[in-house]
């Protein structure tokens, strides 16, 4: 891999351009900010200075010409008092002329909005949420706004020989225009930026303050931040070692944390921590955080993990895809000491080294989340609720993993508050049940209301009650947990009568004639709309449920096709209860009048689909048969 001077490279108009929308209205809030915790603006520069230094080593191992005689990679911080401008520089990457105005006058992202609307709920709520978002939204560098009352940012891409310069007050747009040959000769490669700062800023020119914040948030970063003060001599202010390599009994958990806020880009605490190394056939270091909130982004299509590959302290890529999808939440670091440090990314997910790392981290993940379940229930029911959706992708994706993924899954129940686990679920089992019963739909309150749960809840039996899109995937592919199968209760034939009712007294629903021969009228009448039409073994107390056939998906999962246009087309079985009021009578009615009986046959299948959370297509023709069966009753 080589890097060419371009000398044709495009430069933007020395006219002054727009920020992005979003982007505009973001630097308002910033310029404007009330904000006390302003001091992380040094953090988030620091951050994108050492991220243009690690990009600048790995390009630099395909064309070491790119580093030339200045090998240090490093930070600068240099305040001056006097003038009231902070620098920050590195010697890293850099940036060409169209890098500066895409990078800094545009994000193309979601993230964005959605952060401005957290602010905005945030601010509506009377809270300070500069902390809790900045950083977990992508948008470090415009907190520098919250300081200075105007930016300069100097840029030298490596192997260029050209210089630009990136100024913004924050208000109505930037320029990028040529650099001065004084600025371009004092830069050979990298970035500088300067803050004007605001009068009530200006403590972030004493050097005591910008030692006291470094070591507070940037004390791992591996580059040297060099501090050059007023008066005295440059010296190095961060220890710039690499965290993971040090033992465990080295490492305190403020400094966990300030390492899992420079990788993850937020400013939460991790809710868990794991950290180790592995020597042997192979020597790699692991320090992973699962954060403790989500991250918006954590349902984009497009989102893949974030765990940083390095190769002997150099970093490669954070897209090696070190960790499955249904891990995507995890954050952190793995740094290998055999890997080829020449490796290239397109390389990565082919290489047996790399692949060996993948399958033991992602083992030793599920493991420690196991372990911390058993140690902290709370605490794993809280991490359930944030990354739990995710989690179980696993259970549809990496059948390998499947039974310790079941392990970890929680779901909310009919008889039980709180999550339970598979295994609480199978100490419940009522006698003679060997079926683990679940129904899956978008609501908890509709699932707990429905009709289909009433045959189990007059014998007791629990049923788990699973809302989330991936569920209706992976029970439907034969899933079992140590030999005991997932039965959908709207599917197929349903038969509880071994297992014992509640309430002895309470007689089980008996078949009736009455109720067959009216069922087979419905179907006659219902023709194109029901597979069939059956008296019902489920219902207790509600007159009509629907139910898919036992050769066909389960409803809620034809539901979820059909909205990708992917439905196989089955029609629902229509189950009456021969028991209810409703149903006896109409039973024992004569209906010679066909349009009578096609009246009460579809308000019969409207109803049962209401009750399975259904929109009526023709709300209008419901009322109208409703009203024209209501009047006949009068």
């Avoid at 300067?194 to 910008?210: A, M, P, S």
């Avoid at 465990?248 to 403020?254: A, D, N």
């Avoid at 197929?492 to 008996?510: E, K, W």
């Amino acid at each position: 891999m080589t890097t060419s001077q371009n000398p044709q490279e495009t430069t933007p108009s020395v006219q002054a351009q727009p920020f992005q929308a979003e982007v505009g209205r973001l630097l308002h809030l910033m310029v404007h900010s009330v904000y006390t915790d302003k001091e992380i603006f040094l953090r988030e520069l620091i951050s994108n200075a050492s991220d243009a230094c690690d990009k600048l080593r790995y390009e630099a191992i395909a064309d070491a010409a790119l580093l030339g005689p200045d090998e240090r990679l490093a930070i600068t911080i240099r305040p001056d008092t006097e003038a009231g401008i902070l620098v920050i520089s590195d010697n890293g990457i850099g940036m060409d002329a169209s890098e500066l105005a895409g990078n800094l006058g545009t994000i193309a992202r979601s993230g964005t909005k959605a952060f401005l609307d957290k602010i905005k709920d945030a601010q509506s709520a009377g809270a300070d949420s500069s902390t809790a978002l900045i950083g977990q939204f992508g948008v470090g560098f415009y907190s520098a706004f919250m300081v200075a009352d105007h930016i300069d940012v100097v840029s030298r891409k490596a192997g260029s020989d050209t210089t630009h310069v990136w100024h913004s007050d924050g208000e109505a747009g930037f320029t990028v225009t040529p650099a001065s040959p004084e600025q371009t000769a004092a830069l050979p490669r990298g970035t500088e930026i300067r803050l004007k700062l605001k009068d009530d800023c200006r403590q972030f020119l004493e050097d005591h303050t910008i030692e006291r914040i470094v070591r507070t948030y940037s004390d791992h970063i591996l580059f040297p931040v060099d501090l050059v003060p007023a008066e005295g001599e440059t010296h190095q202010i961060n220890t710039a070692g690499a965290l993971w390599q040090r033992p465990k009994s080295e490492v305190t958990p403020e400094q966990y944390t300030e390492v899992y806020r420079t990788v993850s880009g937020s400013y939460d605490a991790p809710r868990l921590t794991i950290h180790y190394k592995t020597e042997g056939r192979q020597s790699y270091a692991v320090l992973l955080f699962i954060p403790e909130h989500k991250p918006f982004d954590l349902y984009d299509p497009t989102r893949k993990g974030r765990v940083k590959l390095y190769v002997r302290r150099v970093f490669i890529t954070d897209d090696a895809g070190l960790l499955p999808s249904y891990l995507r939440f995890v954050r952190g670091v793995v740094d290998s000491e055999d890997v080829p440090l020449n490796i290239s990314r397109e390389m990565l997910q082919n290489n047996p080294l790399v692949t060996q790392i993948r399958k033991a981290v992602t083992t030793r993940v599920l493991t420690e989340l196991d372990t911390f379940a058993t140690k902290d229930a709370e605490g794993y029911d809280a991490l359930w609720d944030a990354f739990g959706a995710v989690l179980k992708e696993g259970l549809y994706e990496d059948f390998e993993r499947r039974d310790q993924l079941m392990n970890l899954t929680r779901f909310k129940s009919s008889t039980a508050d709180g999550w339970r686990s598979i295994a609480q679920y199978v100490e419940s089992f009522r006698e003679n049940q060997t079926e683990i019963y679940y129904l899956t739909g978008d609501s908890l309150e509709r699932l707990k209301a429905s009709p289909q749960l009433e045959a189990a809840r007059a014998r007791g039996i629990e049923v788990l009650l699973m809302t989330d899109p991936i569920d209706a995937f992976w029970v439907s592919g034969g899933a079992d947990y140590k030999g005991k199968p997932f039965k959908s209760l709207p599917q197929g034939d349903l038969d509880l009568s071994l297992i014992p009712l509640v309430d002895a007294a309470t007689p089980p629903p008996a078949e009736s004639g009455d109720a067959t021969a009216f069922a087979s009228q419905l179907k006659d009448a219902l023709t194109g709309s029901v597979s069939d039409v059956r008296v019902s073994k489920r219902l207790v107390s509600s007159a009509v449920c629907l139910v898919a056939s036992g050769a066909g998906p389960d409803l809620n999962l034809d539901k979820l096709l059909a909205r990708q246009d992917r439905s196989f087309g089955t029609k629902p079985v229509l189950e009456i209860n021969a028991e209810h009021p409703l149903i006896a009578a109409l039973s024992k009615r004569t209906m010679d009048d066909p349009d009578e009986r096609a009246d009460i046959a579809r308000l019969l299948f409207d109803q049962a689909k209401i009750l399975d959370g259904e929109t009526l297509p023709d709300a209008a023709r419901f009322a109208e048969t409703m009203n024209k069966l209501m009047l006949r009753g009068l």
